[in-house]
């Protein structure tokens, strides 16, 4: 049997004001697969609480993330951090709507190479849509030598933060669900 899984969502900057996109997925991730989510969304800026809150967990339970723009960002640096003080602590996945030209970006030789290798799965909608002028259009990065995390990007040309389609929402929860029940 699987071990409870836990998630943990980041908005963007200004988030409760910018992305209520964000508030609504992060609520239907709690209800809809029956997991534990703190207080997501998360503020973007709230990485260090989310890793202390990781390290806690059980080293079995599933840990999923997701986050809309700098929180798209701020998702694998979470991700990061979190494989810096436990290198064997899994993150099962991480899903992002639109990270941001404007955010943290993935610098080998850094905190946040990019998609580090505890990451088992990740996928992010990001958007070249030119009306955004670089908001949404960022897109993530395996670190360097990662073979481990199968990761997966699609542009869906939507104006940002574009964590209000329905359709997008519904993909990440399905694929939320078949990953944390993947030992």
Do not use: C
Request: net charge negative; charged share 15%; glycine share 12%.
């Amino acid at each position: 049997m699987t071990s409870q899984a836990y998630g943990f969502g980041l908005w963007g900057m200004w988030g409760p004001v910018t992305d209520p996109g964000e508030d609504q997925f992060s609520h239907r991730v709690g209800k809809e697969l029956g997991i534990p989510i703190g207080a997501s969304p998360y503020r973007d800026y709230d990485v260090n609480m989310i890793v202390e809150e990781i390290l806690k967990l059980p080293p079995e339970a599933p840990v999923i993330l997701w986050g809309t723009s700098l929180g798209a960002n701020n998702a694998p640096v979470v991700a990061a951090y979190v494989n810096l003080r436990n290198p064997d602590r899994i993150i099962h996945g991480i899903w992002g709507f639109q990270a941001s030209v404007w955010g943290a970006k993935a610098r080998p030789g850094t905190v946040y190479p990019g998609i580090t290798k505890n990451v088992r799965f990740a996928h992010l909608a990001y958007s070249t849509n030119p009306l955004n002028a670089g908001l949404g259009a960022y897109v993530w990065e395996k670190a360097p030598g990662n073979k481990t995390t199968n990761l997966y990007a699609f542009d869906t040309k939507e104006l940002h933060p574009g964590d209000g389609d329905v359709n997008v929402q519904d993909m990440f929860l399905a694929e939320m669900g078949r990953v944390i029940k993947t030992p």
